[in-house]
């Protein structure tokens, strides 16, 4: 991970953490042309570790940790985000492993993030 990449895993943090009440406790971040691709560890409150040891609360966490995540980035603009990068975010693909509690994210740019910022 460069600097940049470093830099876009805690804005990603801080977002989640501003609007979701908890980000995830680690953030890896790799720039695949116009893919910002995230993976994120610690991601679950200990609330819903809770839920998540009932099957159905697995299914549920599921649901609102992907759909939810999705719905929060397009009511909440990233500017920090396309403005430390000069792109604007055009899409958004998220996933998580609940018993893992690891998530994925993929920022997709209007622009190639990967050559714009090569260290």
């Not at 839920?51 to 759909?67: N, P, V, Y």
């Not at 509690?101 to 714009?116: E, R, W």
Request: aromatic share 10%; net charge neutral.
């Amino acid at each position: 991970m460069n600097k940049y990449e470093a830099e876009f895993s805690n804005l990603v943090r801080s977002f989640r953490k501003k609007h979701m009440g908890k980000g995830p406790s680690q953030v890896r971040t790799t720039f695949c042309k116009n893919w910002a691709i995230c993976e994120m560890e610690g991601n679950l409150s200990p609330v819903e570790k809770f839920i998540a040891s009932a099957d159905e609360g697995k299914q549920m966490l599921r649901a609102a940790r992907t759909e939810m995540v999705k719905e929060m980035y397009k009511k909440n603009r990233p500017a920090e985000m396309e403005e430390f990068l000069q792109a604007k975010l055009i899409d958004l693909f998220v996933d998580i492993d609940i018993e893992r509690d690891f998530g994925m994210s993929v920022f997709v740019f209007d622009q190639d993030i990967q050559s714009k910022f090569r260290s």
